[in-house]
């Protein structure tokens, strides 16, 4: 008596079956991760025009919204549309900037944990704007501080990337080296220029290394505006290259990617996207740090997603800390970097335990 033994062969299509539901599975979660970040913004700015010292009803604020910014007439009114709107906007624009710029500078050092201070945008718009404040130059006005900072935060980047080149190229290496060596000089030009600085001079340098928001104008909105939309413009047309270089210089280079230009601009446009941000908001730590490691943790490793996703990551994030900077103390604008600084720092510790256990193999 002969037994039969019948078996189901693994079709083709039950592997592709397979292949396809991983694949919508991870563009839903793309797609409710970049609806959820969307939906945080707009929750956050409304949030952020309603409180603070003078609280606006929510009933009230389509009126307002409605009137538009040249029908003012009363308090409510000029507290949206002149102090306000513009202190949001600009907060969102300053997330966005240093989110992108902290996800290039990412997929540039092939390095979860690089962000634009690596290469001294941060400390050498530090050293412009304490010079501007000790020295007292007011050649541009209230612009001055601001576009100094934007200027040394360049320039800084520019010696920094020259330092670097050796033979003609340059090596992540010696960009990392370079610019902690540069950081450091950075950072002793600003101790000496406090130290020359009047009380007064001092505390506002003390206050602008900590990041803030306040006093945030229309002219400051519409001029950081063009520099952070051409520079996530850049950032975004990156994004497919910049994953053709997550594999490595030479497969980038195998398939006709230039990788020292295709580095260069992606440094260029996350120092320009950082300086814009700093210049008129001050030094705000971690943002361009933890917000593309969190993005990339959800969503996987594709740039041409995670740059967009950490423009809108970073937006929300300063919009909750400025909540905060407004909120927490009744009468006080704190600093915004306190708060980012107290997400950003546990946040990054837990990012390295976790890395550190994968290098370990637990």
């Known amino acids: 008596m002969t037994a039969t033994v019948t078996v189901s062969p693994v079709t083709m299509g039950d592997g592709?079956?397979?292949?396809?539901?991983?694949?919508?599975?991870?563009?839903?979660?793309r797609v409710i991760l970049l609806i959820a970040l969307c939906f945080g913004v707009?929750?956050?700015?409304v949030v952020s025009l309603l409180v603070g010292q003078f609280e606006i009803p929510l009933r009230e604020l389509p009126r307002i919204l409605l009137l538009g910014p040249m029908g003012v007439s009363d308090l409510s009114e000029s507290v949206i549309w002149q102090i306000r709107i513009p202190?949001?906007?600009?907060?969102?624009?300053?997330?966005?900037?240093?989110?992108?710029?902290?996800?290039?500078?990412?997929?540039?050092?092939?390095?979860?944990?690089?962000?634009?201070?690596?290469?001294?945008?941060?400390?050498?718009?530090?050293?412009?704007?304490?010079?501007?404040i000790v020295f007292g130059w007011n050649f541009l006005g209230a612009s001055t501080t601001p576009f100094l900072?934007?200027?040394?935060?360049?320039?800084?980047?520019?010696?920094?990337?020259?330092?670097?080149?050796?033979?003609?190229?340059?090596?992540?290496?010696?960009?990392?080296?370079?610019g902690i060596a540069v950081n450091a000089v950075a950072g002793a030009a600003i101790s000496f220029l406090v130290f020359l600085a009047p009380t007064t001079s001092r505390e506002q340098i003390v206050f602008w290394q900590m990041g803030s928001l306040g006093g945030a104008q229309w002219s400051?909105?519409?001029?950081?505006?063009?520099i952070v939309a051409v520079g996530i413009a850049v950032a975004l047309f990156l994004g497919r290259h910049l994953d053709v270089l997550s594999l490595g210089d030479k497969a980038a280079s195998h398939v006709g990617v230039d990788v020292g230009r295709l580095r260069a601009v992606a440094i260029i446009t996350a120092t320009m996207l950082t300086a814009a941000?700093?210049?008129?908001?001050?030094?705000?730590?971690?943002?361009?740090?933890?917000?593309?490691?969190?993005?990339?943790?959800?969503?996987?490793?594709?740039?041409?997603?995670?740059?967009?996703?950490?423009?809108?990551?970073?937006?929300?994030?300063?919009?909750?800390?400025?909540?905060?900077?407004?909120?927490?103390?009744?009468?006080?604008?704190?600093?915004?970097?306190?708060?980012?600084?107290?997400?950003?720092?546990?946040?990054?510790?837990?990012?390295?335990?976790?890395?550190?256990?994968?290098?370990?193999?637990?």
């Open 16 to 29: 592709a079956s397979i292949s396809n539901d991983v694949f919508r599975r991870r563009a839903l979660r």
């Open 42 to 45: 707009v929750a956050t700015s």
């Open 87 to 132: 202190r949001v906007v600009l907060g969102l624009l300053v997330g966005a900037a240093l989110g992108v710029g902290g996800a290039l500078m990412q997929a540039v050092f092939a390095n979860p944990l690089a962000e634009p201070s690596v290469i001294g945008v941060t400390s050498g718009a530090g050293v412009g704007a304490a010079a501007a």
């Open 149 to 178: 900072a934007f200027i040394a935060g360049l320039l800084t980047t520019v010696v920094v990337y020259g330092l670097a080149r050796f033979d003609g190229s340059i090596r992540v290496i010696n960009l990392i080296l370079v």
């Open 220 to 226: 400051h909105v519409s001029v950081v505006s063009v």
């Open 277 to 362: 941000a700093v210049s008129y908001a001050g030094l705000i730590g971690f943002v361009g740090l933890i917000v593309p490691h969190i993005i990339r943790t959800i969503a996987g490793p594709s740039n041409h997603l995670i740059l967009p996703a950490s423009a809108l990551g970073g937006a929300v994030l300063i919009g909750l800390a400025d909540i905060a900077a407004r909120t927490v103390i009744p009468f006080a604008d704190l600093p915004i970097g306190i708060f980012t600084a107290l997400v950003g720092g546990p946040t990054f510790f837990i990012l390295l335990r976790r890395m550190m256990r994968k290098g370990h193999g637990r």
